[in-house]
């Protein structure tokens, strides 16, 4: 089975940058598309970003053109680069890798257990 942990969620002043990673520990990172979710306090979780094993992208309205999703096959991991941030960016950001199916097995999501971005002056 796989698990994803997430890092480098913290407080930034708005107009600023944070660089979100996700680390998968265990098999088959390179065939799964991974996606970008966050839930604001009150809110729904709300898909943010994704990107398939050929690394097409994926992006919500509200980030288009600030966040960009990236993939490190050799490192297991999946990256959120996020520019110009907003204080409505103001989320705990989680990592998924989607279900997978391989001959007859199948592989279930997966979930991070988050990572807090607060944007804020």
């Known amino acids: 089975q796989v698990q994803l942990v997430e890092s480098g969620g913290g407080l930034v002043q708005p107009g600023g940058s944070l660089r979100l990673s996700c680390t998968a520990f265990?098999?088959?990172?390179?065939?799964?598309?991974m996606d970008w979710y966050r839930q604001a306090p009150g809110k729904q979780r709300e898909l943010v970003a994704t990107?398939?094993?050929?690394?097409?992208?994926y992006y919500a309205d509200s980030v288009k053109g600030r966040f960009t999703i990236s993939r490190d096959n050799a490192k297991n991991t999946v990256y959120l680069q996020m520019n110009s941030l907003k204080p409505e960016d103001t989320a705990a950001y989680y990592c998924?890798?989607?279900?997978?199916?391989?001959?007859?097995?199948?592989?279930?999501?997966?979930w991070g257990q988050g990572t807090l971005v607060t944007v804020s002056s």
């Open positions: 265990g098999s088959i990172f390179s065939s799964r598309t």
């Open positions: 998924k890798a989607d279900p997978i199916v391989i001959l007859t097995r199948t592989y279930p999501e997966v």
């Open positions: 990107i398939t094993p050929l690394s097409s992208t």
